[in-house]
């Protein structure tokens, strides 16, 4: 059984920095692509960033510069490195991969405000 769960939300000001956790089980971590999803209040949930098996990443244009994401494939862990966090950020972050199905954390509330 495949689980991902996901740690180190919290309230930061704007201009702020958080780091993301996302503990994965079940799976041969080393292989699989690893994503952040957000999602916002009244909005769809949007794929933040991924990290592929390789090492290669992507990110959403309105993260780019201020975001990083990374893995360590020893010890079944992706993270989500946050800096220079704005208002507009504010979302439920969630881990996600794809194993045939996507799997889902339950997702850590991650809120900037002053």
């Known amino acids: 059984q495949v689980q991902l769960v996901e740690s180190g939300g919290g309230l930061v000001q704007p201009g702020g920095s958080l780091r993301l956790f996302c503990a994965a089980s079940?799976?041969?971590?080393?292989?699989?692509?690893m994503n952040w999803y957000r999602q916002a209040p009244g909005k769809q949930r949007e794929l933040v960033a991924t990290i592929f098996r390789g090492g290669i990443t992507n990110y959403v244009e309105s993260v780019k510069g201020r975001f990083t994401i990374s893995r360590d494939n020893a010890n079944n862990t992706v993270y989500l490195q946050m800096n220079n966090l704005k208002p507009e950020d504010t979302a439920v972050y969630y881990c996600n991969t794809k194993v045939g199905v996507d799997v889902w954390g339950q997702g850590t509330q991650v809120t900037v405000s002053s």
């Open positions: 079940g799976i041969i971590f080393s292989l699989y692509a």
